[in-house]
């Protein structure tokens, strides 16, 4: 559970991205179209895809494949740019089982079409690491009784309600594959429903942030650390947005502790801890070169 300092910080830093919004509501936009290839990269980097952050830009962005890489992955970092796309243009849509299930088509889609857009079902069981999914007989029913339970969670703080349900998705594990790409999507999706920007939940933090969340909510079953990950990670991700449309200049964190007299090792543990206005922009620390410490 998030402390109520946390609470406050995204409520004000919530209140001045919407009024941006309101303002800027095209540079919102391109700003999340722009990070897209960082948020595919990511989550395919969490299921140990060995395309780098260039291969993917190289991808998505310029339609060119400059290493000799598996077929497959090149179709998951389309695939999930596509989904993620879908998810910016219209955050009005239903979040539903179908949603979820026309997610996974599109994922798997030249993939493995056999698997794709539909839950797992007969002998289909699934294992990642020591956990094993649910029983594929019961599924269907889970996922609905999930989908209910997260809509009838209103009273819940909402980084909250998010975390649980990212938690029991994974736990239930409903599809055959993909099961973890498009968690992370519909972690997107709820956030940018409920009018705040999505996050980006690295591959380099996985072994220290991610994965022990699903261990500890396994064990626990409190999801306490997921709601502190998805906290910190909107944070930042409030932070970039307010400052790419409010700074006249973004330089790196190193450059700023320079300027400043702050030596580079505390300035790299401000950012990561949020207590200054930092972010990451493909995987360097930046920060407004006018921010000043009060």
């Not at 007969?122 to 989908?147: I, Q």
């Not at 209910?148 to 349900?165: N, V």
């Not at 944070?235 to 200049?249: F, G, V």
Request: hydrophobic share 40%; with cysteine; net charge neutral.
């Amino acid at each position: 559970m998030i402390n109520q300092i946390t609470k406050d910080r995204i409520a004000t830093l919530a209140a001045h991205y919407k009024m941006l919004v309101a303002i800027h509501e095209n540079a919102v936009r391109q700003i999340t179209i722009a990070e897209i290839p960082e948020m595919v990269y990511n989550s395919n980097a969490i299921e140990n895809s060995t395309l780098t952050l260039k291969d993917t830009e190289d991808i998505l962005l310029r339609d060119t494949i400059k290493k000799d890489h598996d077929i497959r992955e090149i179709y998951e970092a389309r695939n999930l740019a596509k989904i993620t796309e879908d998810i910016l243009k219209d955050s009005s849509e239903s979040f539903n089982t179908d949603l979820i299930l026309n997610h996974h088509k599109i994922l798997l889609s030249g993939i493995c079409d056999d698997w794709a857009g539909r839950f797992r079902s007969a002998k289909e069981w699934v294992r990642v690491g020591a956990h094993v999914g649910a029983n594929p007989d019961f599924v269907p029913r889970l996922m609905d009784k999930l989908l209910k339970d997260y809509y009838d969670s209103g009273d819940h703080y909402f980084l909250e309600s998010i975390a649980w349900f990212h938690a029991e998705f994974e736990t239930i594990h409903p599809f055959n594959d993909g099961n973890g790409r498009i968690g992370r999507v519909l972690i997107n999706q709820q956030l940018v429903g409920l009018g705040y920007p999505p996050i980006i939940v690295r591959g380099k933090g996985k072994h220290t942030g991610y994965y022990p969340a699903f261990d500890s909510y396994r064990i626990t079953n409190k999801y306490d650390d997921f709601t502190e990950l998805f906290a910190s990670l909107l944070i930042e991700s409030l932070y970039k947005r307010i400052t790419i449309m409010t700074a006249p200049k973004i330089i790196t964190v190193s450059a700023w502790a320079k300027a400043n007299g702050v030596a580079g090792n505390i300035a790299a543990n401000k950012a990561s801890r949020g207590t200054i206005p930092a972010f990451r922009m493909r995987e360097k620390w930046m920060i407004a070169a006018d921010f000043a410490e009060v």
